[in-house]
């Protein structure tokens, strides 16, 4: 036998004397080939991602990332240290300040271009166009041409604070309080600055576009007629930002010990409370805008909601305290306390409306819905003597629809066409009727473990001692499973509707049950499949089976007890473990999610959106939002 040495040769590897050159797609690895014929030896953990696959391009022999996904808000590498407290972009490219130093993004980095050497604190900048920026400093104002940075408004050499606000390279608005004497207002109008009427307050944030030109010193807020600054009423009590959004103006901050975003069309106001979003700590609220979408964020802390042109919702942390927001082409970025930040187009949510309102100390947690507006939690007592609770969000809010004491609700399911069934421990169907539960006349002889429903009204529930009833045509049918009890029972249709034991997989045809060739999978646990007999069984220890055109395939998956399965598509999957473990299956490789809860119990996925549930705490329930299916 050849036994190959680490010795290297013309860049390949020797063994015998006899030496190898590199070449890619011989299905060896070596040299600077990162793989050859499989994946990499990393992952996409080890890369800095949360979630994926690491793959080989076979082409060049170096790792594949295409299936490698950022969750949530990440930092980036940026120049320099400390926080970024100014964010200003125009055509694709950035600019942030950084204490003395300016940065500019652009071909995805950021780099320095540092302003004269004079240590100047940098209080506020404006991004005309990619290669047109002013910077206002402690020393006065600087103008960047894409090259060189020079003075600008010469007479200004020493300002206490002050604020840009422009619509573009020809209408720039710049407020200043300089070291002595009055406060001083400029508009540039692309040939140069000329000196216009002082806001008759000190000018904390400003805005122009559309909406017009508008200032605020935190409380009062004033728009600019042309001649004179008028004053505008608003609901709220202090302002920590404003922004104009189309052609109307967006204000963010505080009103009667609460959190709040208003718009304004110049006729009314349209005020939203986001503080239970926000998790609001009483801090000045921040606002930002990428495209049509609006940011809000609270001061120094890592908690950001946005507004999808209906309702707020809460979005992924921030890795650090909050400045300031700012889209730069399609992408957001955050000023941070540390430094910046960039929004990943996936994001892992806490969700905590639930905690506020349960009253529930769950022993188990099941998660279900229609679509991601329509979904139902149901968090079970720890015994048969605690209540259950469902429930129930319509897309702005969670409310309880049934609080149900010395009641165990054991599987929440339903179908498109707006029926929804729970089951109890006492061997009870639950009906939803509106927003209000009433059980239905039938009486399982068992408690009910598990409850499907397709779409053209059948129905599967197990029981113990291997009971299994299925509803099609008007009629339970009822039958007592030979050997270990089903685990699951699954209802796609008609004529299709399976049963998973610990030992046998068997579909029933109506008239009985008919065993199929069995996973190979030790310990089955979960059942998932669409209609035509795409099943994937998952059980113990990490193992895992897909059933394609009646013949299965084995798949390892991170290693966990899982005990829910569910999905899109069987290229669109997300498991669950009893660990906590989060997996992700696309269609042949299962990859876990960085993200993870206490004790896993359900999962629920409706592609742009998957709910995780955990089995022990109503708080720990989690979406995932994604732009785009994995």
């Not at 990440?74 to 130093?101: D, H, I, M, N, Q």
């Not at 109890?424 to 009486?443: K, P, V």
């Not at 059948?458 to 299994?468: F, K």
Request: charged residues 15%.
């Amino acid at each position: 036998m050849r036994v190959w040495s680490p010795l290297r040769a013309s860049g390949g590897i020797c063994a015998d004397e006899v030496c190898l050159a590199i070449i890619c797609g011989d299905g060896l690895a070596q040299g600077i080939e990162q793989c050859d014929g499989a994946p990499p030896e990393t992952s996409c953990f080890d890369l800095g991602y949360d979630a994926g696959f690491l793959g080989c391009n076979d082409a060049v022999c170096t790792a594949d990332l295409l299936a490698c996904h950022h969750v949530g808000w990440k930092p980036v590498a940026a120049p320099a240290t400390g926080g970024v407290f100014e964010l200003s972009s125009a055509e694709g490219v950035g600019y942030a300040a950084r204490g003395t130093l300016m940065l500019r993004f652009r071909d995805g980095e950021w780099e320095p271009i540092p302003l004269p050497p004079t240590g100047a604190l940098i209080q506020s900048i404006y991004a005309a166009r990619a290669d047109d920026a002013w910077a206002l400093t402690e020393d006065g104002v600087a103008r960047f041409d894409g090259t060189t940075w020079s003075r600008d408004i010469t007479t200004l050499e020493s300002v206490t604070n002050g604020v840009f606000a422009g619509a573009g390279a020809n209408d720039v608005y710049l407020f200043v309080a300089p070291t002595t004497g009055p406060r001083i207002a400029f508009h540039f109008d692309g040939v140069g600055w000329l000196p216009i009427a002082t806001p008759p307050i000190p000018v904390a944030f400003a805005s122009t576009g559309p909406a017009g030109t508008f200032v605020s010193d935190g409380t009062g807020l004033r728009k600019w007629s042309g001649t004179a600054w008028e004053p505008i009423t608003h609901p709220l009590t202090s302002i920590g930002g404003l922004l104009g959004h189309g052609t109307s103006l967006v204000i963010a901050g505080t009103g009667s010990a609460s959190a709040h975003v208003a718009s304004w069309d110049g006729t009314t106001w349209d005020n939203r409370d986001i503080t239970r979003e926000l998790g609001w700590g009483g801090s000045s609220i921040g606002i930002g805008q990428r495209g049509d979408v609006l940011y809000a964020f609270e001061y120094s802390r890592t908690r950001v909601v946005r507004f999808d042109g209906t309702r707020w919702l809460r979005d992924a942390t921030l890795p650090a305290g909050g400045i300031v927001l700012a889209s730069i082409g399609s992408e957001m970025f955050a000023g941070t306390v540390e430094g910046i930040a960039r929004e990943s187009v996936n994001a892992f949510v806490a969700i905590e409306d639930v905690v506020a309102i349960a009253s529930v100390d769950a022993a188990a947690s099941i998660a279900w819905g229609r679509t991601c507006d329509d979904m139902f939690l149901v968090v079970a007592g720890a015994s048969t003597s605690s209540p259950s609770q469902i429930f129930h969000f319509d897309g702005t809010s969670w409310s309880i629809e049934l609080d149900a004491p010395m009641t165990t609700i054991t599987a929440i399911t339903g179908s498109s066409d707006g029926t929804t069934y729970a089951a109890t421990y006492d061997g009870n169907l639950l009906l939803r009727n509106g927003a209000t539960w009433s059980a239905t006349a039938e009486q399982f002889p068992t408690p009910l473990r598990s409850l499907s429903m397709a779409n053209d009204g059948v129905i599967a529930a197990t029981g113990d001692e291997g009971w299994v009833h299925v509803f099609f045509d008007g009629t339970w049918h009822r039958q007592q499973l030979v050997g270990s009890p089903p685990i699951q029972a699954l209802a796609l249709g008609r004529d299709e509707i399976y049963a998973l034991t610990r030992e046998s997989l068997l579909r029933f045809d109506g008239a009985s049950w008919i065993p199929l060739v069995f996973p190979p999978v030790q310990q089955p646990r979960v059942l998932w499949g669409t209609p035509g007999g795409d099943l994937v069984v998952v059980g113990a220890n990490g193992h895992a089976a897909h059933r394609e055109q009646g013949s299965w395939i084995p798949q390892e998956m991170p290693f966990d007890q899982y005990v829910s399965v569910h999905g899109m598509g069987p290229d669109d999957l997300f498991a669950i473990g009893g660990n906590g473990t989060i997996a992700h299956f696309d269609g042949q490789h299962w990859a876990p999610l960085r993200d993870r809860l206490l004790r896993g119990a359900s999962v629920w996925s409706g592609g742009t959106c998957t709910y995780f549930v955990a089995g022990s705490l109503p708080s720990s329930v989690a979406r995932l939002r994604r732009d785009a299916t994995w």
